[in-house]
Nanobody, 126 residues
Framework: QVQLVDSGGGLVQAGGSLRLSCAAS????????MGWFRQAPGKEREFVAA????????YYADSVKGRFAISRDNAKNVAYLQMNSLKPEDTAIYYC???????????????????WGQGTQVTVSS
């Protein structure tokens, strides 16, 4: 069992930065693939980034590649999403997710993940 708590969202101007955190409880965190997803008003949830348990493999949506960076600290049971050069179209609720049996080639699918955070709002003003 893993419980996830998202934090770090807020209001930022275009071009600014934010760092989201996902604090996890539960012994399975270390062995889990961690992902970040987002959902804008009136839109479907979309994949943002994923990281393997070791941090050795990273996967990004094309829309955030080069601007966002996912990382994790297994000693602290925390995953991060560093977001730079933010754009108004990045405005959404961001959710972290964990899955203990994620097929890496399917890591962009929300259905691969077993646990979800409550979400944190990110608003980017133009």
């Amino acid at each position: 069992q893993v419980q996830l708590v998202d934090s770090g969202g807020g209001l930022v101007q275009a071009g600014g930065s934010l760092r989201l955190s996902c604090a996890a409880s539960g012994r399975t965190f270390v062995s889990s693939v961690m992902g970040w997803f987002r959902q804008a008003p009136g839109k479907e949830r979309e994949f943002v980034a994923a990281i393997t348990w070791s941090g050795g493999r990273l996967y990004y949506a094309d829309s955030v590649k080069g601007r966002f960076a996912i990382s994790r600290d297994n000693a602290k049971n925390v995953a991060y999403l560093q977001m730079n050069s933010l754009k108004p179209e990045d405005t959404a609720i961001y959710y972290c997710a964990a899955g203990s049996s994620v097929s890496w080639h399917l890591a962009a699918r929300g259905s691969e993940y077993d646990y979800w955070g409550q979400g944190t709002q990110v608003t980017v003003s133009s």
